[in-house]
């Protein structure tokens, strides 16, 4: 028993920031942000919440499905930014859809919409779903430290879902990964007020040591791509499109090169979004849907990576 995907959908925040918005209060430039990292403006949440933009992505990845809320059997949610810390972000989706089934998150950093599509894929081999919604919703601009120019100018904020069915050959491949290391990128949790925590409370904002994560994408992306041909039993040349994490255009180019790909089948969307975390890549497959260049019968790779170190990857023939 496999999944097949019924339909997809994204949904960003209206506003959108230009580097020359960031350079206004940071000491930093459009040149460097552009040729570091390839991205010139990313959406940030103003008015909008969190939960508005999961929803409006779930809505359209079920109008795109043709599958209402009172159909599905199960909501996972990949976030690790949510509205709320309780309850799951999957549930406030839940309630705003009208569903009634189980709703939970899953929490794997950048790589969390693979590993949610993998929990959905276990609900559907043990018979317990027919049709599941998986979410990927991030709000970036709570965790990242406004006044740290290394890490702030990279992130962004939006969702993006993807209404699957059970039954069919996918995944044709799958591989999740984690090579333990916390501090590389780490967002500490809330503090809280106990008076009994005699514990350092350093601030919930995002650190980084770049360079490491880097090298780790770049890794990652490749070493995966070979796991999932190896899986599938299929050649790298028969893979139609690649929709990797979008976390700097210059770790796809590096992936590009070492692998040996042709690089018009690596989806891009990080110039006007920067990274959404994990709903990088679904919102990269949902464009893909969208402008018609995924088509019926053709190989798909998705590879998310990051925080953890966490990577997911899998390999998808387009129904
Ligand atoms: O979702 C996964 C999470 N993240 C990633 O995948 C990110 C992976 N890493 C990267 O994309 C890159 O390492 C960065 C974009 C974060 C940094 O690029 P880099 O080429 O590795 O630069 P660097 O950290 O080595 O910094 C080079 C210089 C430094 O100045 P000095 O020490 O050479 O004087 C930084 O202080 O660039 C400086 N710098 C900046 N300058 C202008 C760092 N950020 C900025 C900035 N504007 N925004």
Redesign the pocket.
Known sequence: MGLHVLGTGSALPARSVTNDDLSEF????DE??ST??GISSRRICTDETLDDLAVQASERALEAAGVTPDQLDLIVCSTTSGDHLIPAEACAIAERLGASCPAFDVSA??AGFIFALDVADGWFARGRAERALVVSAEKMSRLVDWSD???C??FGDGAAAAVLGAGGENPLATHLATEPAVDI?HVPGIGGSSPYDGSERPASVLT?E??R??KF?VNAICSSVEALCEQAGVSLGEIDHFVF?Q??E??LSSAVARLGIDDAKVARALAETG?I?SACVPLALDRLVRSGQLEPGQLVALVG???GLDTGACLLRWE
């Open positions: 940071l000491d930093t430039s460097w942000i570091r990292t950093a950048c120019r290394a890490t100018v990279l990128l980084m770049g360079r994560v880097f994408g994490h976390a700097n210059r770790i990274n975390s990576f990051g925080a």
